[in-house]
């Protein structure tokens, strides 16, 4: 069996936007994981198939608030646990007995009923003696054409975390099980027909949007716009104030025109690698640029940040302090709590900045 194809980030966007065609193969592209999702909490075919469509209308009708393409599988995946749960709660799961009771046909014959028997037995057998967690890595793995590679991304797993959560699943099968949960899970996969329902149900209020400028607008509409500049914006604001308030109290005591140039450039420098690295944050959130750059704009600050505060600044100031010691022997001593105070503030600004980042990059990977 292939592999399916990746998502596309693109098709996201365009079905944001209210492209049925883009939404038809996301639709496609995620039956497999959505059905499997929910087949691991219902433990039932067609049930699960009912929650797998009720998913897709209801992300359809709500996709144009996702803000970020990237995180689309985590949020159908939550949407999906969420509404099979739903389902377990407000309608009857039949037993066993009324299960096959409920398959069985009159006019089947007996070796017919015997195999119909046989495959359902296989999620008494194999499922219902899982964890949730063991029995969604396991249909998502047969349904994916047991691509490894395929879980992890689906699952929003790395690869050994994949590999684990699989082989400790595998261990927790009864000899013989897996082969036969496999053949059920593939037997049992959806076909074309649920893209198709899912299309047919959806509505069309949201018309066409192809076109790439439609797909832009979705992306920077009101909300995300209002997230992704607003509040950086407000953020480099408050980091330029500071500056500009630091530069202010240094030109103050500056002896002569050189060191008042000198901290010019400083503030310049510091203004300047501030708005570069929340603009550019800003930026690449809105359109959705890969996670080094987030980093490399981090970095780039840090770095500049703590040149001009441990090397820069000090050879601009170098000359004014070495007279003032020599006018007053108790200004070492001032000058060394500014010195102490100074690095304070710069291991505070790299903290806060640190703690940004991972925040950051915790909601980016997990996607909310």
């Not at 500049?229 to 953020?235: G, I, K, Q, T």
């Not at 203004?271 to 704009?297: D, Q, R």
């Not at 020599?326 to 100074?342: G, I, L, T």
Request: net charge positive; proline share 4%; hydrophobic share 50%.
């Amino acid at each position: 069996m292939l592999t399916p194809p990746t998502l596309s980030e693109t098709d996201v966007r365009l079905a944001a936007a209210g492209d049925r065609s883009a939404y038809e193969r996301l639709v496609r592209r995620c039956a497999g994981l959505v059905s499997a999702i929910a087949l691991s909490i219902v433990h039932d075919v067609g049930r699960s198939e009912d929650v797998a469509q009720e998913v897709f209308v209801a992300a359809w009708k709500d996709l144009a608030r996702l803000r970020n393409p990237r995180t689309f599988l985590p949020w159908l995946r939550n949407m999906t646990r969420h509404l099979a749960f739903r389902m377990l709660r407000d309608r009857h799961v039949p037993t066993a007995e009324e299960h096959l009771a409920g398959r069985a046909d009159e006019r089947a014959t007996a070796t017919e009923q015997l195999l119909a028997a046989e495959r359902d037995s296989v999620l008494d057998d194999a499922l219902m003696a899982l964890e949730v967690d063991d029995r969604e890595v396991l249909l998502v793995y047969y349904r994916e054409g047991r691509s490894l590679r395929q879980v992890a991304s689906l699952l929003d797993l790395s690869e050994p975390a994949a590999r684990k959560r699989l082989s400790r699943a595998r261990a927790r099968l009864r000899e013989g099980v897996e082969a036969r949960l496999g053949d059920f899970a593939v037997s049992t996969a959806p076909d074309s027909k649920l893209a198709a329902n899912v299309m047919a149900l959806l509505p069309s209020t949201l018309g066409s949007g192809a076109a790439v400028g439609a797909s832009f607008k979705a992306a920077t509409s009101a909300g995300a716009t209002w997230l992704s500049f607003v509040a950086p914006l407000a953020m480099l604001a408050g980091t330029l104030g500071g500056i500009s308030f630091s530069v202010r109290k240094l030109r103050a005591r500056a002896r002569d025109e050189e060191e008042r140039r000198g901290i010019g450039r400083y503030g310049l420098m510091a203004g300047a690698a501030a708005s570069i690295a929340v603009v550019g944050m800003g930026v690449a959130t809105v359109f959705s640029l890969p996670l080094p750059w987030f980093i490399g704009l981090w970095a780039g600050f840090i770095f500049t940040w703590d040149w001009l505060v441990l090397v820069y600044l000090p050879r601009v100031t170098a000359r004014r302090l070495a007279l003032e010691r020599a006018e007053d022997p108790s200004a070492a001593s001032r000058q060394h709590r500014e010195r102490v105070a100074a690095l304070a503030l710069m291991a505070l600004v790299t903290a806060c900045s640190v703690a940004s980042l991972a925040l950051l990059l915790r909601v980016l990977l997990s996607g909310t």
